[in-house]
């Protein structure tokens, strides 16, 4: 299994990125595919989780600002982030919890 995140960088307060998780070797649309995050000094915690019926679940401190996606077709999991803070900032991470795979994680950086 292979996931490759990509769609990170710098942002100002209040904007928007989109991240998005490629996947080989991995059905997305019979995994239940997550969102997690590590800010420097910090444990890293989840983001957002879609579960094999497309039902999500977030995190408090992202609810109404992010939305986690999946494409079938494309075998790609989406990570919407508006609204974004300085304390978004953080190595994101795309995660396939049934097989324990990790991307490599793409940094986002909110700052003006």
């Known amino acids: 299994v292979q996931l490759v995140e990509s769609g990170g960088g710098l942002v100002q307060p209040g904007g928007s990125l989109r991240l998005s998780c490629a996947g080989s070797g991995i059905i997305f649309s019979i995994n239940p595919m997550g969102w997690y995050r590590q800010a420097p000094g910090k444990q890293r915690e989840l983001v957002a989780l879609?579960?094999?019926?497309?039902?999500?679940n977030y995190a408090d401190s992202v609810k109404g600002r992010f939305t986690i996606s999946r494409d079938s077709a494309k075998n790609t999991v989406y990570l919407q982030m508006n609204s974004l803070q300085p304390e978004d900032t953080a190595v994101y991470y795309c995660n396939a919890p049934v097989s324990g795979s990790w991307g490599q994680g793409i940094q986002v950086t909110v700052s003006s």
């Open positions: 879609i579960d094999t019926f497309g039902s999500t």
